[in-house]
């Protein structure tokens, strides 16, 4: 079992710019992607982006391409999501989870998830 610590979360202005950050601790396989999602209010979580926890190859949802950039420090067991050019369609709770395989957006395929970090973007 893995556990996520999320942080960096807070309310920003419309093209402004947050850096969250995950904390993992626990058994983590190679094999496995370390991901974000999102759930805002009334919707449903969705995927945002992934990473291979053993490599750098990456895969984002369309609607963050060029905004956002996910990264990870192996060493410190420490995934990143830096997302720049924010607005207010991107509030929600972020979530980070582990699981794979590799391409998968789907929540069921990630075993292990943080409590999320609010992410507010004011107009």
């Known amino acids: 079992q893995v556990q996520l610590v999320e942080t960096g979360g807070g309310l920003v202005q419309t093209g402004g710019s947050l850096r969250l950050s995950c904390a993992a601790s626990?058994?983590?396989?190679?094999?496995?992607?370390m991901g974000w999602f999102r759930q805002a209010p009334g919707k449903e979580r969705e995927f945002v982006t992934g990473?291979?926890?053993?490599?750098?190859?990456?895969y984002y949802e369309e609607f963050v391409k060029g905004r956002f950039t996910i990264s990870k420090d192996n060493a410190k067991n420490m995934v990143y999501l830096q997302m720049n050019s924010l607005k207010p369609e991107d509030t929600a709770v972020y979530y980070c989870?582990?699981?794979?395989?590799?391409?998968?957006?789907?929540?069921?395929?990630?075993?292990?998830w943080g409590q999320g970090t609010q992410v507010t973007v004011s107009s």
């Open positions: 989870a582990t699981g794979g395989p590799f391409g998968s957006r789907r929540s069921s395929d990630f075993r292990s």
């Open positions: 626990g058994r983590i396989f190679s094999w496995y992607v």
């Open positions: 990473i291979r926890w053993n490599g750098a190859d990456t």
